[in-house]
């Protein structure tokens, strides 16, 4: 039986060489998937997929990194993935049901959720640093893969800034903590302001610093969470109890755009051509 040719991808290719090999071996539709928040010890944790479309009509101007962006350059390229991708997907884990399920867990899920969730079916999936099990589709685990394919980088500007926006929202809601600048991460600002007032119910409790300032370290990570609230700074409810589904996953976000014409030209018969 003869095999086909290697697809050989170059370093210097581009962030969309990855995409566009795929694509020449027939692979049309590749997602891409990646989080914002995993290193937070408050706030959610935020997974995004997108799919954007073959040729140049999929070419972003200033996509990258979602963390290599100014916040304004993010709010632009966000705009221009909603408008261009083929569809995409926002998932958002609150941080009781980080501490619940613990983050790695809620991390896949996330990802598993928002790739399931759009609404045209990807054919290969490229995912930021591991792979995602439970998928009917091949995918591959790339290292830094939103500074190496444009479908991650997309994904992670949506994550990116939807997280932040939500934490925007929360810094009104829970002031003192600074959650509008530093976005829930442990800065010295955000360190100091835990041990000042102690955490708020949308801190993870689950976390090791978290649980010192609460008093609560000597227990197991997952029973940390206090049953009602916590800190000093209580407040409103909290997103996922205003959607009616506490303790629960909330998908925020979900878009689809026409599907254009299959590309004619280069981007169609090379290496072994469409399957």
């Not at 994550?159 to 926006?165: C, P, W």
């Not at 801190?203 to 206090?226: C, E, I, L, M, T």
Request: charge should be neutral; aromatic fraction near 4%.
């Amino acid at each position: 039986m003869l095999t086909p040719p290697r697809t050989v991808v170059r370093r210097d290719g581009g962030l969309y060489a990855l995409e566009r090999a795929l694509q020449r071996r027939g692979f049309r539709h590749v997602a891409g998937a990646d989080e914002a928040g995993r290193g937070a010890c408050a706030g959610p944790l935020v997974a995004a997929a997108a799919v954007l479309p073959e040729g140049r009509r999929g070419e972003i101007d200033e996509l990258a990194d979602s963390k290599l962006l100014t916040p304004a350059a993010r709010e632009r390229v966000y705009d221009e993935v909603v408008a261009r991708a083929l569809a995409y997907a926002v998932v958002v884990i609150p941080a009781e049901e980080v501490d619940g399920r613990g983050l790695h867990v809620c991390n896949l899920a996330a990802m598993r959720r928002a790739l399931a969730s759009l609404t045209t079916r990807p054919e290969y999936v490229l995912t930021d640093g591991f792979g995602v099990d439970g998928l009917d589709v091949p995918g591959l685990a790339v290292w830094k893969g939103d500074r190496v394919a444009a479908c991650v980088a997309a994904a992670s500007v949506l994550a990116k800034v939807t997280r932040d926006r939500i934490m925007v929202e929360l810094d009104g809601r829970y002031p003192g903590y600074g959650f509008a600048e530093h976005k829930g991460y442990i800065t010295p600002e955000h360190t100091a302001a835990l041990r000042e007032r102690g955490p708020c119910r949308e801190h993870r409790f689950s976390y090791v610093n978290v649980a010192a300032v609460s008093g609560r370290d000597g227990r197991p990570p997952r029973a940390r969470r206090p049953v009602v609230g916590g800190g000093a700074a209580e407040g409103p409810d909290t997103p996922m109890e205003r959607s009616g589904a506490p303790g629960s996953t909330v998908g925020v976000a979900l878009g689809e755009q026409p599907r254009p014409p299959a590309p004619v030209g280069e981007d169609v018969v090379m290496e072994g051509g469409v399957r």
